[in-house]
């Protein structure tokens, strides 16, 4: 099959910040204040969560809203991050993945909402591959359009602990160093050109025009990619180009991943590193959420890949 339309765009952006190694609160100096304490507590929570995984590694006899039985690992991450956050007094909404509805924190003096996912991945801990912390974060209601965000972040728990997050004044990355501290290890990140794909779904269920987007990127040589980690393989493709994607499929054309803690935190992210997302037909960040569990299909990573997919639904 040829190709359909993969044309580049990439624009360099001008770093803001100079110094090597400036640590996370340095880094956060003009940030509002709020938001500001909002990152820190959770920085400092996660490295809390990054030595943990060692002694939790067993599944617990619970089960989430979604039927999926939790690891001890979900349940100790959410209970750490929740605590801390009730009792920060900045935070008066909070939606988690392990969670069946929104949180209100009575006696709040702030305005601010997040959504988590203490644990992405977390199926994949017994075999250590890298799993992560997502984090959406708004002003008021979490049932909100994703473009409706003030920022978002995540935590990648790999062979380093790596903290992404943006306040839309660029995407910046930190490494948690050996003294326990987050510094900077790239920042502005702009998602570059490239070529991988990281397909969810069995082939054998795709939708057509799902089916012809696959296609179309393997004709270009696009090298899969795919880890099961939607937090890591995410963050690849951030830096080195290409596409994820978790479609509707036949049976499920809804999808599978979640729009509050998943598709909507991981797009704002990486659209505002240049990039888009959608689920196939509109921009998943205009979406106004159903429900705490409505689920999506996903597209996300580069403008041509995404404005590709859009293409091709639109011609079925």
């Known amino acids: 099959m040829s190709s359909v339309g993969l044309t580049t765009t990439f624009k360099n952006s001008v770093c803001a910040h100079k110094k090597d190694n400036m640590k996370l609160n340095e880094h956060l100096a003009d940030c509002?204040?709020?938001l500001r304490e909002l990152i820190l507590r959770i920085s400092e929570v996660?490295?809390?969560?990054?030595?943990?995984?060692?002694?939790?590694?067993?599944?617990?006899?619970?089960?989430?809203?979604?039927?999926?039985?939790?690891?001890?690992?979900?349940?100790?991450?959410?209970?750490?991050?929740?605590?801390?956050?009730?009792?920060?007094?900045?935070v008066k909404y909070l939606a988690s993945e392990e969670q069946p509805e929104v949180l209100e924190f009575e006696g709040a003096t702030g305005d601010l909402g997040v959504t988590l996912d203490p644990l992405?991945?977390?199926?994949?801990?017994?075999?250590?591959?890298?799993?992560?912390?997502?984090?959406?974060?708004?002003?008021?209601?979490?049932?909100?359009?994703?473009?409706?965000?003030?920022?978002?972040?995540y935590v990648l728990y790999g062979p380093l602990t790596i903290l992404?997050?943006?306040?839309k004044k660029g995407v910046h990355e930190f490494v948690l160093n050996d003294d326990g501290e987050f510094v900077t290890h790239e920042?502005?990140?702009?998602?570059?050109?490239?070529k991988i794909y990281a397909p969810g779904a069995l082939r054998k269920n795709y939708l057509p025009f799902h089916m012809k987007f696959i296609e179309a990127l393997?004709?270009?040589?696009?090298?899969?990619?795919?880890?099961?980690?939607?937090?890591?393989d995410v963050h690849q493709?951030?830096?080195k180009g290409g596409v994820f994607t978790y479609p509707g499929f036949v049976s499920k054309e809804s999808g599978k991943l979640r729009l509050l803690?998943?598709?909507?935190?991981?797009?704002?992210?990486?659209?505002?590193?240049?990039?888009a997302t959608s689920d196939g037909r509109r921009d998943i960040l205009s979406v106004q959420p159903e429900a705490v569990s409505h689920r999506i299909p996903v597209y996300i990573g580069g403008k041509k890949e995404i404005d590709l997919i859009q293409k091709l639904s639109a011609e079925e």
Do not use: C
């Open 237 to 239: 493709i951030m830096h």
């Open 32 to 34: 509002d204040s709020d």
């Open 218 to 232: 393997e004709s270009e040589g696009y090298k899969l990619r795919f880890s099961g980690s939607f937090v890591a």
């Open 120 to 153: 992405d991945g977390s199926s994949l801990i017994g075999v250590n591959l890298a799993v992560g912390t997502i984090v959406g974060i708004y002003r008021g209601n979490v049932l909100s359009p994703g473009n409706q965000m003030v920022g978002a972040m």
């Open 187 to 194: 920042e502005n990140i702009r998602i570059p050109d490239g």
């Open 46 to 90: 996660t490295k809390k969560i990054a030595k943990g995984f060692a002694s939790r590694q067993s599944y617990s006899d619970t089960r989430n809203i979604y039927g999926e039985q939790q690891m001890a690992l979900d349940k100790w991450a959410d209970e750490v991050i929740i605590d801390d956050l009730k009792g920060s007094g900045i």
């Open 164 to 167: 992404t997050y943006t306040v």
């Open 261 to 275: 803690f998943e598709a909507n935190p991981m797009g704002f992210i990486v659209t505002q590193a240049g990039g």
